[in-house]
């Protein structure tokens, strides 16, 4: 199959390209690096260089490929990020329909569901809609849990305070996700002939904040590391004062509540809670503590 992918070479994409090229499939991987060109290529993929924002590009990066996996970057701009991750699917919409692709897999969010209350997940859920409307095209939206990457963030948390937290209790229970499984469900549904449009819970564990401080703090040599929940208002302040420009830092705090009172992963809970991918939390605390 010929395949295209937009996400450059990051946490999914490259996993994904390496996938697809090893099932033997041929690859175009988009990015809007230049200087990602020969890394593309040492992975035996061609190379798109453009704007996920241009209809046209993108276009040209899709004409004659039998699927493509879509994603739009996170916070774009920095500011207006819904509408910008709105006007990223409507571009992305636009090419699917001029180019004739016919299979699409479009990276989602658990919450994709809600049209607010969600944060940035917002800009998801419009592109839902939007590719939802797309004729003749079958669409699998791969709503993934929680990254588990994200606990990352917390890294100068950790240091500076000795403490993790959210604005959500240590007690409710998540579903996370890492992105090599991520890639694998894609690679999946790629290969899958899907008619209509389908919906598909990507998720490696679901546990509470309070089990991933205890193993992720065992992992570093700190099994006492305590969650905090935070106030919505404490958690917004922290964000800014880490440097997240204010709507950034509001969108986030608003996801926060979307899982403090179990909005945000109700239709992931209502449709038996999937879990496919392979990454448990035990496994992760092993990559975290290896680049803690």
Request: aromatic share 8%.
């Amino acid at each position: 199959m010929k395949i295209t992918i937009s996400g450059s070479l990051g946490n999914i994409g490259k996993p994904l390209t390496t996938k697809l090229v090893a099932a033997g499939h041929e690859v175009t991987v988009i990015s809007s690096a230049a200087d990602r060109q020969q890394a593309i290529a040492d992975l035996g993929a061609v190379a798109a260089i453009g704007s996920v924002s241009d209809a046209e590009f993108l276009k040209e990066a899709f004409a004659g490929a039998d699927a493509v996996f879509v994603m739009t970057p996170p916070n774009m701009g920095g500011v207006n990020i819904i509408a910008n991750t709105t006007e990223a699917g409507k571009a992305f919409a636009a090419a699917i329909t001029a180019s004739g692709v016919k299979r699409v897999v479009m990276l989602s969010s658990i919450g994709g569901d809600l049209p607010t209350g969600n944060g940035p997940i917002a800009g998801l859920h419009n592109i839902e809609k939007i590719y939802s409307e797309l004729e003749s095209v079958s669409v699998t939206f791969l709503r993934a849990g929680l990254f588990f990457t994200n606990f990352y963030n917390d890294v100068p948390l950790i240091k500076g305070m000795g403490i993790m937290g959210a604005n959500y209790p240590g007690a409710i229970r998540v579903p996370f996700v890492y992105p090599d499984d991520i890639a694998t469900a894609a690679v999946e549904e790629l290969q899958k002939n899907r008619t209509g449009k389908n919906v598909r819970y990507i998720v490696s564990d679901v546990r509470t904040p309070n089990e991933a401080v205890r193993i992720l703090g065992t992992a570093i040599g700190n099994p006492e590391l305590p969650w905090v929940e935070f106030t919505d208002e404490q958690a917004l302040q922290g964000m800014q004062q880490a440097g997240l420009p204010e709507e950034v830092a509001q969108l986030y705090t608003e996801m926060g509540t979307g899982f403090r009172n179990g909005t945000i992963p109700a239709d992931f809970e209502r449709n038996g809670s999937p879990v496919d991918g392979q990454t448990k939390l035990e496994d992760f605390a092993k990559i975290f503590a290896a680049g803690f």
